[in-house]
């Protein structure tokens, strides 16, 4: 055989080499872009696609109904509850991981879309708060400020729940001080008896509590009625005379959740579940005190995981915020509040689904295997199985 056939040859097993490995190439390509675009759009894309939608409610003002004088400024607040941060006891690392980027991609995008001027957390921030050691706590606030991180001109304000400080029967000054001194270094109301120190029995901390709740409530009154009791009201400084917004983690008193309704209210076999007292939600005496010393106009509160709304007394609304983590529910949402010194408005922003993105992921997993199936030559191209088919129903 002379030089030339032979190089050639040669050449020709070569080329008919690097065909297979050239497909296996591009093959390869494929799936790793495939995954690339899956993973971009589980973990990143579909947070934007889905708070895009949300938008902040218009709340009326003077202004609007054609009144005169300088429009009222619109304070635009976000209200989460319940992000239970795993501790170093119960949280496995992997879902620690998951749960927690999500809750970190879902905040960030909300602020980057909505731009809130404050941010309200109604308790249960962390898993273990209630007895979690210096340590851990310490490990634990770093992982909050990492996940909730925020512009210096947005503010962030915080109420404590059983899982911060514990229930009444397990709180004491250190823990409420170990949270105040990281979340509320200048509080705007009282925190502590909204939540688990109005229990009636005398303690000191309930007992102070209810003393710094009276003192908040005469300010209040002596702002709604400085004209007709200038001489019990003195000339301290006055609070503004509109309505207050009580922000709480336990609910008021009810019953249960049988009147809740919509997708994220609790589901049918826990509706009917009585509320226990001091548990569930705050006893009857301590939800008729809030509501007599304070008359708010507006009560938002956590620790149900679920969303309801409920009248109280003389047409009180009180909210029940949902959980923010796919530890708590499927379906994650918070509340956007438009609100002046006499109105406010309301909305609701779901987040992303744990199940949409699971479901995507198991989709994108069989398309994936059945790719390298076929590329394998072990099951026919789905292309050209319809193909034979119709070229067989075209003959017959």
Known sequence: MAAGDMASTRLG?????????KRRGLVLLRLTAIVFAVLLFCEFLIYYLVIFRCSWPAVKTP??????????????????????????????????????????????TALWLLQPEVVFILGDIFDEGKWSSSQAWADDVGRFWKIFRHPPHMQLRAVAGNH????????????????????????LFSWKGINVALEGDGCDICSGAEAELLEISHRLNCSREQEHRPQECGDGQRLP????????????????????????????????????????????EASRKLLWWLRPRLVLSGHTH???EVLHGAGVLEVSVPSFSWRNRNNPSFIMGSVTPTEYALAKCYL?????????????????????????????????????MLRKFKTT
């Open 13 to 21: 097993a070569g080329r008919q080499h690097l065909r297979p490995l």
């Open 63 to 108: 202004a609007d109904a054609g009144g005169l004088g300088t429009p009222e400024p619109v304070l635009r607040a976000m209200f989460l509850a319940d992000t239970h941060l795993l501790g170093a006891v119960r949280g496995h690392w992997l879902d620690k991981l998951r749960r927690e980027w999500q809750m970190e991609r879902a905040f960030q």
């Open 164 to 187: 911060d400080i514990g229930f009444h029967y397990q709180m004491n000054t250190y823990k409420i001080k170990r949270f105040e001194k990281v979340f509320n270094p200048e509080r």
């Open 241 to 284: 005379a509109s309505a207050p917004i009580l922000l709480q983690h336990f609910p008021l008193y009810r019953r249960n959740d049988a009147n809740c309704s919509g997708e994220d209210a609790a589901p049918p076999d826990e509706k009917y579940t009585p509320f226990k007292e001091r548990y569930d939600a705050l006893s009857q």
């Open 306 to 308: 679920s969303a309801c």
């Open 352 to 388: 992303p689904c744990e199940d949409t993105v699971l479901t995507t992921y198991c989709t994108a997993a069989g398309g994936l295997v059945l790719l390298t199936l076929v590329h394998a030559g072990l099951v026919a191209s789905p292309f050209h199985f319809g193909w034979n």
